[in-house]
């Protein structure tokens, strides 16, 4: 079982997270932490529209935890607000409620759908997940109140 979990392709993404760091100019930023495990994710980014224009994170969890920051990093720029919103939904059932993995370019996260079976890993795999759907509540947040504050008074 540990075999399937810990493959040779999860250990892969999780040696090679692209867009590590931080992003100074970033709309917003959100970190996700599980006590249970001690992994932490923040993710950094920016918006133009309701599209994900630049993306950072630090990651600092276990291989299970990296590989799915490794493939949100791959995937997150150009991805929609409601696309990632949508791909959090989906990881939680399919690690939580034996829900089948996301499709089409987040295919790859299939590769984590045999850590099903420990629940204490749930916790880092998500903290991606987490993290980017605070963020992006955050960014819309923001983004809302520039509006109003740039609003002419009183129309």
Known sequence: MLNDIYSRRILELAADIPLQGTLPDAHASARAHS???????TVHLKLDGNVVSAFAHEVKACALGQASSSIMGRHVVGSTVDELR??????????????GPPSGKWAELALLQPAREL????????????AVAEALAKA????????????????
């Open 35 to 41: 006590k249970l495990c001690g992994s932490t994710v």
């Open 86 to 99: 949508a791909l959090r939904e989906d990881m939680h059932r399919m690690l939580k409620d034996g829900g």
């Open 140 to 155: 819309e947040a923001a983004g809302a109140e520039q509006a109003r504050i740039a609003a002419p008074l009183g129309r």
């Open 119 to 130: 629940k204490a890993r749930h916790a880092s795999i998500l903290l991606t997940f987490d």
